[in-house]
């Protein structure tokens, strides 16, 4: 089964990249012989100019992309070239800001930031001036003598920002630095480092940052590109073009916020057309089969009983809250009964619809009916299982069929996942019969008339 390639509408300028990434791959080998396919074939270029915003989901890929593109780790597949040359034979310069700032707790501050120079084999005195002046720029001035072990988060983070812009680097490569940091600190260290951006004060040509925190990249960012996972590919890619400095209330601003956010909460349908005054640099291949999450139908009645109990609309991040829910597990119930078209999402509220409503009011019976139905109107792979079923004179089909087609377009071990949840959505819905010993599935006899009728509404 092939996937649509969506033509690029717009490529960057391929001539100017400082580094460019063309069809890169990245799998891991597994034990079993099958491998991970994390990131699919993907172009990316970094031009000079521009700090680039790489946003998505945890485990989409972002460090991944980051270490190809920085040189720290080679693709699987595809080339990553520096000034046209292949990286791994381009004298490159670079550096990396790291979340947990990973200095070296021996060493002072001071020796900390010399560090890379010192492996570059700059003169102790040169080394030093440079060290002390870029201490001076990032605020440390003082804190030279002192332990990474005696600063705060944020004034490690500050380290760590010294330690990389002292070699000059031509791109500056930042792995969710502020992700640690207090809200507060967070917010002053963006606007420090935006400001030594736009002074030029750092001859840094490019930046390149990581981060899941969608704000953080409209405040930032001259281009976003929003990458879906299972594998990592990219979804939609933009300039910003909001002057700076950004006004978080302005209209133009949440308006982006929640177009990001409507491609990141629905990885399965197109990106909508980004808002007006941003520029489209691409899009990439859509998915054919939706992803799954990974949501026990239980789980999405749960939630969706709670929704109806305060009034049919909650802010997401604080139902996480009052559950108690880390978001991450939450997200895929949310998903999953946004994708049966039992709960919308607004603007970061989950809204419940007319069918979400009626199912967190059903009895157990009636509930699996309109599961069923919202199942086979929605899921792709569930409507062919069970149209297969109903085609074949035996009325039996093995699993394979359908995880050759998953494979298609999730790894291996996504597939099997991704056929885990259809089963136990297929199973509750009483769309089918699982043989788990021969691994076919099987339609239920008893209720074929039954099902066939309710099937006459799709
Ligand atoms: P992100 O930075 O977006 O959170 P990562 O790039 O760290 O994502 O990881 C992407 C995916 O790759 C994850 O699913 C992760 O489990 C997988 N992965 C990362 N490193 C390895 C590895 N060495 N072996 C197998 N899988 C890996
Ligand atoms: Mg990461």
Known sequence: ?????????????????????????????????????????????????????????????KSTMLRMLSGLSTPSAGRVYWHEQPIAEAEINVSIVFQSFALFPWLTVLENVEAPLQARGVAPEERRARSMKMLDTVGLDGF????????????????????????EPEVLFMDEPFSALDVLTAENLRSELLEL?????????????????????????????????????????????????????????????????????????????????????????????????????????????????????????????????????????????????FLKIEEGDAVITESGAEFANSEILRQKELFRDAALGHILLLRQIRRALETKSDHTVPEDFFLDMLDEQFSDEESLRQMETAVAWGRYAELFDYDSGRRRFVLPEAQDEGIAASEDVH
């Open 1 to 61: 089964m092939q996937t649509a390639d969506i033509p690029n509408a717009t490529q960057a300028a391929a001539v100017d990249a400082i580094i460019r990434a063309e069809k890169i791959e990245k799998y891991y080998a597994q034990p079993s012989a099958n491998r991970i396919q994390v990131i699919s074939a993907t172009d990316l270029s970094i031009v000079p100019g521009e700090i680039l915003a790489l946003l998505g989901p945890s485990g989409s890929g």
């Open 144 to 167: 030279e003598a002192a332990y990474p072990k005696e600063l705060s988060g944020g004034m490690k983070q500050r380290v760590g920002f010294a330690r990389a812009l002292v070699v």
């Open 197 to 341: 951006w736009a002074n030029k004060t750092m001859p840094t040509k490019a930046v390149f940052l990581v981060t899941h925190n969608i704000e953080e990249a409209v405040l930032l960012a001259d281009r976003i590109v929003v990458l879906g996972r299972n594998p990592g590919h990219i979804r939609t890619d933009f300039r910003v073009q909001l002057p700076q400095p950004r006004d978080r209330k302005s209209e133009a601003f949440t308006q982006l916020v929640d177009y990001i956010y409507k491609v990141l909460t629905r990885p399965d349908t197109a990106p909508a057309e980004v808002p007006e005054q941003q520029v489209k640099v691409r899009d990439q291949r859509q998915m054919r089969y939706q992803m799954l999450p990974h949501a026990r139908p239980g789980g999405m009645a749960g939630l969706l009983e709670l929704l109806l109990d305060k009034g049919g609309r909650d802010d997401i991040y604080r139902m996480a809250d009052d559950l108690a829910f880390e978001i991450d597990d939450l997200l895929p119930i949310v998903d999953a009964a946004e994708l049966l078209g």
